[in-house]
């Protein structure tokens, strides 16, 4: 009988000592992983952003713009009424030299603010030639404060909803963009697309 119970406290501190081991080893796997992949994350975060401006380097050049931006949408809170906000923010701005940034001054912009211009860009309207022939006085006021001559607004979408507006501006004389209106109607599209799938 006492072999017996031996036994099963043998066995009682095998299993205890097996589960103290298991929950060391799978913390210490899951500290490892996550902190794996949390890096990896991070680093593939900084590519993308790094690929995003890129591509903005690029199209600035070939446009012969001086100031390419994309004003991304996120959530901004809460309204009184209990209604969720949603806002604008500045995160990515590519400048040729000497012309001013503006991230700064586009933060946490409530959408509401620029419906007009919103809609005038996901109807792929957003082609400006002279920015201060601009209709609606709030996207006038955008562009013209931020000493915009001309610019060209497109979409991102994603699944057909808004995620932001990447922009092109010109800050030295007006663009004569009309002319090629087709042209950059299919730029947005193939920039939208792609970087919906970035941001």
């Known amino acids: ?17 097996l589960a103290t081991l298991f929950g060391v ?5 899951l500290k490892y992983k996550y902190g794996e992949y949390k890096h990896k994350k991070i680093t593939r975060e900084i590519s993308q952003s790094k690929l995003v401006q890129t591509i903005l380097e690029q199209q600035l050049d070939e446009y012969g713009a001086q100031r390419a931006f994309i004003l ?29 940034t503006e991230f700064k001054d586009s933060q946490n912009i409530p ?7 919103i809609e005038i860009v ?13 209709d609606d006085i709030l996207t006038r006021a955008f562009f013209v404060q931020r000493g915009t001559k001309s610019a060209i607004v ?9 995620v932001g507006m990447v922009g092109f501006e010109w800050t030295h004389k007006p663009k004569n963009i009309e002319n090629s209106y087709v042209e950059f109607k299919q730029d947005g599209k193939v920039m939208g697309e792609t970087l919906s799938k970035l941001l």
């Open 111 to 117: 959408m509401s603010l620029y419906s007009n211009m």
């Open 122 to 134: 996901q109807n792929e309207r957003g082609i400006f030639p002279i920015t201060e022939d601009i």
């Open 154 to 162: 497109y979409p991102i979408l994603r699944d057909m909803e808004l």
């Open 72 to 100: 991304q949408r996120h959530n901004g809170g809460k309204f009184g009424t209990g209604k969720s906000m949603n806002k604008l923010s500045t995160t990515f701005e590519v400048l040729q030299e000497g012309v001013s």
């Open 1 to 17: 009988m006492q072999l017996f119970t031996d036994y099963i406290d043998f066995i009682e501190l095998g299993v205890s000592s």
């Open 25 to 29: 080893f799978f913390s210490w796997f």
